[in-house]
């Protein structure tokens, strides 16, 4: 009810004033080429290396424990006078866990990642097979 009540004030934009609002790129200020083009393995990750990038607020948004603003995320959501000790006392607890979890070896973290080249295409957003761009492998639809 929250989350919907904070909608009602916003002002939406059409469809063509949101593209018109595209960004716009300077080229010759494009990030460095990647090390390598495909799909990299990664295999048996070092778990606590990961615990330092978890995002909380979801954590506690599941657990229903949203605090009124400026508490509503983590770590502000411990300031919070009506859930703020239930939320120390469930992050304690899930900290726990994961120290378990992380001595007792319990779980291995893998993943894969793929950079390929790319290219938007209107609202759109081409996949290509190899940097020669000649082949789409697959597109992403999406509107502006």
Known sequence: EEYYATLV?????????AQEKKPSIDWSKVPPKPKFVGNLMIK????QEILEYIDWTPFFQVYQLRGKYPNRDYPAIFKDERVGEEAKKLF?????????IVKENILQASGVVGIWPANSNGDDIEVYTSEARDEVA???YGLR
């Open 9 to 17: 004030d916003k002002k939406w934009k059409t469809l063509e004033q």
């Open 44 to 47: 048996d990750h070092s778990i």
């Open 138 to 140: 697959c597109k992403f």
């Open 92 to 100: 304690a607890e899930a900290k726990e866990m994961l120290e378990w």
